[in-house]
């Protein structure tokens, strides 16, 4: 092997390289701008001409070369090696095969260590073609707990939105909840209870009224969310006190001529005087306005009407808009008729509701919108739920987070496919749940869990605290399973257990697998069928729905073995390009690596 300067625009491609399908715009945008700053890191691989001629055949590295003319290099250093007898097939195909992209926590503390070097933000911006923005990220995300990314950086990791949270803590709060929620050797992490304990509630800046005389005054210190829209206003403090007494200071000073600061209820809705009529239109100059706070800290607006004062002598009398006033003595009320009664109200919201289940059974509706619409029924104030998440009951306030996400400033619903995705899987993660008691889904939540393999993120569960719960048979099934001589006493068993599984396969026990028995379908799918027959009955029609057969629903569905010792997938594996010079990472964190 030797190394020559050729002139790349003279190389010619092989025709038995293995990778034919065309490399992403974005991943040649991205190699050419490494190409225009840093050069060619890594030689193209050529041979000579097997059929007499004088060139040179490109074994390995086209897109370098082709990327190499596109910015315009007069020559490139080449290593020329000897032809192969297949022309470089297997050559290629192992180069291709073989590569494996970089791991997204190395990415993370590579970018860290370029800055180490000297390197600025800006200039790693234009050698990897990423905005500066996802460069600060990267080094944020580069910065969490060093024993955190030793965790995430063996495949364990966490959730997008759980990276954000424990990014944006700070080191002694990560120090704090990791100790607390460290899993043991060879277990996954927690990661929503290490998210869950580092959550902070957040004030934006976008929201506040008040201008910099008042932040100043209250201490308060804008950070940067540089995992929100790159397009919007990302400061926020988690200061809240200071935020809102901030805010209600500035509505003091703002109040408008008949204006007052009104209370709010546990439903963040406005109280208002008694008597008072709240005004939905456009507000005459009688009425009146109230400033209030919203659960998220915004200042919002009211306006109500007070009743006129009664007349002198409780005497019936008229005043400039026509109603009419009490008449004491009389003791009649006489009240403007409302535009539409209660009753007329009721009518309506059947007549919606109707129409509604009408078109959501035959309208045409695409599958983000029925995403999103399916996240934004639990946002609905006839919801609640025992959830498992954190062992509370949630209902329209925290479901109305994740529906939030899906509208526009101008309260219209705007989103996009990845949007609907996140929201969705929130909402599921805090409806969906398998713990014993109020917050158990049922098999319902089984079923989730086998149809997106929930399976392979089971803990080993071949641990002191477990396997001290199962009884003796279960013990010597268990041992029997994996080759291992029950002991005379069962602590002994136990205890040979424990060892075994801390070096070999985990242990997970078929009961906590999550194919759900047949006959569990089955009642399932019976009582869909009686509440089905029990709604036709009610209307009065005799019509029903032919469900389809449940006989052969997990015919496929694997049978663990009797001791449930098995090795579960990750859940995790990434799929690699397998280019040869570059591979992109398919996390939202990830960088695409030369």
């Given at each position: 092997m030797h190394i020559l300067k050729l002139d790349p625009r003279a190389l010619k491609d092989n025709p038995d390289g293995a990778r034919r399908s065309k490399s992403s715009p974005q991943a040649d945008a991205l190699l050419l701008a490494t190409v225009k700053s840093v050069g060619i890191i890594q030689p193209p691989v050529v041979s000579p001409e097997i059929d007499g001629g004088n060139g040179f055949i490109i074994q390995a590295g086209h897109r370098r070369v082709r990327q190499a003319i596109s910015a315009g290099l007069e020559e490139i250093e080449v290593l020329v090696t000897d032809a192969a007898n297949d022309n470089g097939a297997m050559r290629s195909m192992i180069a291709n095969v073989a590569f494996e992209p970089l791991n997204p926590v190395d990415q993370w503390r590579g970018i860290e260590r370029l800055v180490a070097l000297g390197w600025t933000e800006e200039a790693i911006a234009v050698a990897l073609a990423l905005p500066v923005r996802q460069i600060r990220k990267l080094r944020l995300l580069a910065n969490v707990l060093?024993?955190?990314?030793?965790?995430?950086?063996?495949?364990?990791?966490?959730?997008?939105?759980?990276?954000?949270?424990?990014?944006?803590?700070?080191?002694?709060?990560?120090?704090?909840?990791?100790?607390?929620?460290?899993?043991?050797?060879?277990?996954?992490?927690?990661?929503?209870?290490?998210?869950?304990?580092?959550?902070?509630?957040?004030?934006?800046?976008?929201?506040?009224?008040?201008?910099?005389?008042?932040?100043?005054?209250?201490?308060?210190e804008w950070a940067e969310d540089l995992?929100?829209?790159?397009?919007?206003?990302?400061?926020?403090?988690?200061?809240?006190?200071?935020?809102?007494?901030?805010?209600?200071?500035?509505?003091?000073?703002?109040?408008?001529?008949?204006?007052?600061?009104?209370?709010?209820?546990?439903?963040?809705?406005?109280?208002?005087?008694?008597?008072?009529?709240?005004?939905?239109?456009?507000?005459?100059?009688?009425?009146?306005?109230?400033?209030?706070l919203d659960r998220d800290g915004k200042v919002q607006t009211v306006h109500y009407r007070m009743p006129e004062p009664k007349p002198a002598g409780g005497k019936t009398g008229s005043v400039a808009d026509g109603s009419v006033q009490v008449d004491e003595d009389a003791g009649v009320v006489s009240k403007p008729r409302p535009a539409v009664t209660q009753k007329g109200h009721d009518m309506i919201g059947d007549f919606r509701t109707d129409a509604l289940h009408e078109a959501l059974a035959r309208a045409p509706i695409e599958d983000d919108m029925l995403i999103a619409l399916l996240v934004l029924a639990f946002a609905g104030q006839n919801v609640r739920v025992d959830s498992g998440a954190n062992d509370h009951v949630f209902g329209p306030k925290r479901f109305k987070r994740h529906a939030a996400t899906l509208f526009a400033e101008d309260g219209r619903l705007s989103f996009d496919l990845e949007t609907v995705r996140v929201a969705a899987r929130s909402m599921l993660i805090d409806v969906l749940s398998c713990r014993r008691g109020m917050s158990n889904s049922g098999v319902v939540s089984r079923i989730a869990g086998e149809a997106i393999g929930a399976g392979g993120y089971l803990p080993n569960m071949g641990t002191e605290e477990f396997l001290a719960c199962l009884s003796r048979q279960a013990l010597e099934t268990a041992a029997k399973g994996v080759n291992i001589q029950p002991r005379p006493r069962v602590r002994e068993t136990r205890s040979a257990l424990v060892e075994h599984f801390k070096t070999e396969t985990s242990f997970v026990h078929p009961a906590a697998l999550f194919a759900p028995d047949r006959q569990d379908v089955a009642d399932l799918m019976l009582h869909v069928d009686d509440a089905s027959a029990d709604d036709a009955a009610a209307d009065g029609d005799g019509d029903s729905i032919d469900d389809a057969p449940m006989d052969n629903a997990f015919e496929d569905t694997p049978v663990p073995d009797e001791h449930g010792a098995s090795e579960p997938d990750s859940g995790n594996d990434i799929p690699e390009d397998t280019s040869d010079e570059l591979a992109e990472e398919h996390s939202p964190y990830g960088i695409a690596a030369e």
């Open positions: 060093p024993s955190m990314l030793d965790q995430m950086a063996k495949g364990d990791m966490p959730n997008e939105q759980q990276l954000r949270t424990i990014a944006a803590a700070s080191l002694d709060e990560q120090k704090e909840v990791w100790k607390a929620h460290k899993p043991k050797k060879g277990d996954t992490a927690a990661w929503w209870q290490i998210a869950n304990g580092l959550s902070k509630t957040r004030m934006y800046a976008r929201d506040a009224n008040f201008g910099d005389d008042l932040r100043e005054a209250y201490g308060i995992f929100g829209p790159a397009d919007e206003d990302n400061r926020y403090t988690t200061n809240v006190d200071a935020f809102l007494g901030a805010q209600q200071e500035w509505m003091t000073n703002n109040l408008p001529k008949k204006g007052a600061i009104v209370e709010v209820n546990n439903w963040s809705q406005p109280e208002l005087p008694k008597k008072a009529e709240r005004i939905y239109g456009k507000p005459g100059k009688a009425d009146h306005t109230g400033m209030y």
